[in-house]
């Protein structure tokens, strides 16, 4: 930059040359002071100005640089969210299928012990029935084969219990 006293000595020169009396370039020395200490005030503004443009550029590029940052990071954390949700929808698929399955195979049980139980409790009624028939017989013939009858009763009762 040129110093203060160049630019005003470029100034009276061309004045000079254009013309101007002595006496006109004093009277006008200090307005050309006063308005060069106003461009060196301005040009110092300006220096400011760009000084603190400069600055925010930094803190705004710096803050651009930490949203990327995190942006990649939200964009593998969504990738691998991505991914255990669809592991969770396979493993949901899987459990759906073992349900239906394990549904299907209790229905099967339901009826496996329906039949079962029909066809065990048809024949114990039927000696049930019977035993009740002969108890009044053989309780007169022989007091030993009542006891044994007896327990006869007693656990074809038993086992109904447990088949109903």
Known sequence: MISKLE??????EQLQQMGLSEYKLKQLLPYLKAVEKDTIANDFKIR?????KQIITN????????????????????????????????????????KSRIEEKS???DQFL????????????????LSH???P????K?????????????????LSSMIY
């Open 59 to 98: 803190i705004l590029n710096s803050a651009i640089a930490d949203l990327e940052k995190k942006q990649v990071y939200i964009e593998t954390a969504n990738l691998e969210l991505q991914m255990q949700k669809a592991e969770i929808e396979v493993q949901n698929r899987i459990l759906a299928e073992q």
């Open 133 to 135: 028939l002969l108890e």
């Open 114 to 129: 329906a039949n079962v139980s029909h066809e065990l409790r048809t024949p114990l009624n039927g000696i049930l029935g």
């Open 48 to 52: 400011r100005v760009l000084m603190d």
């Open 7 to 12: 630019s005003i000595q470029a100034i009276v």
């Open 137 to 140: 017989l053989l309780a007169t």
């Open 107 to 109: 229905v099967y049980k």
């Open 142 to 158: 022989q007091e030993k084969d009542y006891d044994g009858l007896s327990k006869i009763l007693l656990n074809i009762c038993l």
